[in-house]
């Protein structure tokens, strides 16, 4: 009764103070509350973040990596792939599954035609100094292409790195810098390494002798700021003469919770304020790829960095997967998140080239989600948890879920999704199997599921007209929904006021039907301010991190 009283002053006081209607007033609306009615429990796995690297959300935002095309891989072409200008094109000999059509010739993805992206060469003394891109010693298979740099006359050049539009340099923190060299008695001189603001200041100068003997050698070491500019960069200078070979150049500030190949950290603590239940990766359409060649491969996104490949990312730049499989089991530990992988089912992004594996070949996928689950939950003694102790986690991982495929809807995603869910329920009991079909008859052409991803993307009047949306469905023993993805961008810019509360009225007509829909995760969650591409819901830049008015709204619920 007291709770009673509490309410009706609470509201009686925000009828007055809003203008409320006066006793001899027709009221314009009445809210009626039903105190003994109890509606379902909102339970603690309501509200996860799904992170893609999409806009740069992980290379030049929560990755913490200070260099961008480290490797100088950033302009090698795709196999299989062709480039005309600024424009990438996807292999003209893929089918699409559901059509049985080659890609449209006009389907072509961004692409940076500078020949050594982020990296400027200038000659400060002597003359006919140069600097091209190599594949004559390669560093590792993984980081096939190198710089050459020759000097064939005595003389000083400088090799500048951009950074991700800029670098945040802050006085007096340390930068911890890995750099690899192949000499082979062939250079003579040597290197100063710097940090440079904007307008030419030094804040860091450290000089640096070139071993003249071995061939790749890495040097490791902090360089410290003696002063700060938000748009820094990092500069090599050489001089002397001959030639050297330069790859795998990377810098680190200071990360979130100091982990090795780490985080930025006022990112990562702006992710953990939302206190997240669980944290999906990698995608997103990233997870199916242009096509299956440019598909995320989870092994290929653990171990050192130096030796990740990285991928050609579906959304239009080089990604180097640093914040790769590990990390993101790494970042859910530290933040008391669970995690949820997304496992590719067979098939490509169906919105781009759409092909898919032969029959005979989907094995080998439902193995590498299996592998996943092994390398995160394994005890050690099993072949892939064995990489993680190696890798520095000797303790299992927390994985709950496992997501196979994204926005995949056909009648061969539901025969894949079945050998899947059938091999992944034999092995895994306890996981949580989310399959990718929205609330849709196809449900019905599957075996079983725990949970189904539907995503939403629309304008704020659908947003506001469809809170009674999961009014309207059935409920299953058993069967739960994870709204995987939904986010008001359409009609508002780049995200607005109205697109947040409209978000935030569907997310009560999701929490008045929690006793179904007991996951969600706004997308994308988000973007370099530097390469903006729809509605996101955090805004990044070199020194700074601004939640959107859809982040509080989250942040609040």
């Known amino acids: 009764h007291t709770t009673m009283k509490q309410l009706l002053t609470s509201l009686t006081a925000l009828l007055l103070v809003s203008g409320g209607c006066t006793p001899e007033e027709e009221p314009e609306a009445t809210i009626r509350i039903d105190l003994a009615r109890r509606g379902a429990d909102i339970p603690t796995s309501m509200y996860g973040i799904f992170f893609e690297e999409i806009n740069h959300a992980g290379d030049g935002g929560l990755y913490a990596e200070l260099i961008q095309n480290r490797g100088f891989e950033d302009s ?18 893929r089918t699409n599954h559901l059509t049985g059509a080659r890609p449209h010739p006009d389907l072509s993805f961004r692409w940076n035609p500078d020949p050594i992206p982020a990296w400027r060469f200038e000659q400060l003394e002597g003359s006919g100094a140069s600097a091209e891109l190599t594949r004559e010693y390669p560093l590792n298979e993984a980081s096939p292409t190198a710089l ?30 890995r750099m690899n060299t192949s000499n082979g008695n062939r250079f003579e001189g040597r290197a100063i390494l710097k940090l440079v603001a904007e307008d030419g200041t030094e804040l860091c100068n450290r ?6 003997d071995r061939t790749w050698c890495e040097y490791t070491g902090q360089l410290t700021a003696t002063g700060s500019d938000p748009h820094a960069r990092f500069v090599i200078e050489l001089e002397g003469t001959g030639t050297l070979l330069l790859d795998y150049v990377s810098l680190f500030p200071e990360t979130f919770r100091n982990r090795i190949n780490g985080l930025r950290n006022d990112i990562a603590q702006t992710l953990e304020a939302l206190h997240p239940a669980f944290v999906r990766w990698p995608g997103g359409c990233i997870v199916e790829g242009i096509d299956l060649s440019n598909r995320i491969e989870w092994k290929k996104t653990i171990g050192d960095p130096k030796n990740r490949p990285g991928i050609y990312d579906t959304w239009g730049y080089r990604a180097t997967m640093g914040f790769g499989y590990h990390e993101f ?6 933040i008391g998140a669970a995690g949820m992988f997304v496992c590719n089912a067979g098939i490509g992004c169906q919105g781009r080239v759409g092909d898919a594996c032969r029959e005979e070949d989907l094995d080998a996928f439902i193995q590498d989600a299996l592998d996943a689950i092994d390398y995160a939950l394994g005890d050690g003694t099993t072949e892939w948890s064995r990489k993680r102790v190696e890798n520095g986690h000797p303790e299992p991982f927390t994985l709950d879920y496992i997501e196979v495929g994204n926005e995949n809807h056909s009648a061969m995603y539901a025969k894949y ?7 992944i329920r034999e092995a895994y009991p306890d996981i949580t199997i989310i399959t990718c079909l929205p609330m849709s008859e196809q449900l019905g052409w599957i075996d079983g599921y725990d949970m189904n991803d539907p995503h939403f993307y629309n304008f704020p009047s659908w947003f506001y007209s469809n809170t009674d949306y999961f009014d309207r469905f059935p409920r299953e023993e058993g069967h739960k929904t994870y709204v995987g993805e939904y986010a008001c961008n359409m009609g508002v810019g780049a995200g607005n006021m109205e697109g947040a509360l409209s978000e935030g009225a569907f997310i009560m007509g999701m929490e008045r039907n929690s006793d179904l829909v007991t996951m969600c995760s706004y997308a ?18 070199n020194d700074d991190v601004i939640g959107r008015s859809s982040y509080w709204v989250e942040r609040m619920f």
């Open 524 to 541: 994308p969650l988000m973007e370099n301010t530097k390469c903006r591409m729809g509605v996101n819901l955090i805004l990044v830049r």
């Open 329 to 334: 089991l790494q970042f859910c530990e530290d």
């Open 417 to 423: 999704y079945n050998r899947f869910y059938k091999r």
């Open 76 to 93: 090698s072409v795709p196999e299989g792939y062709t480039v005309k200008g600024d424009r990438i094109f996807p292999p003209a000999d």
């Open 207 to 212: 000089p640096l002798a070139i071993d003249p």
């Open 148 to 177: 050459k740099v020759t000097l064939p006359e005595k003389g000083r050049i400088a090799l500048s790195n951009c950074g991700f539009w800029g670098m945040n340099i802050e006085k007096g923190k340390g930068y911890y810098l």
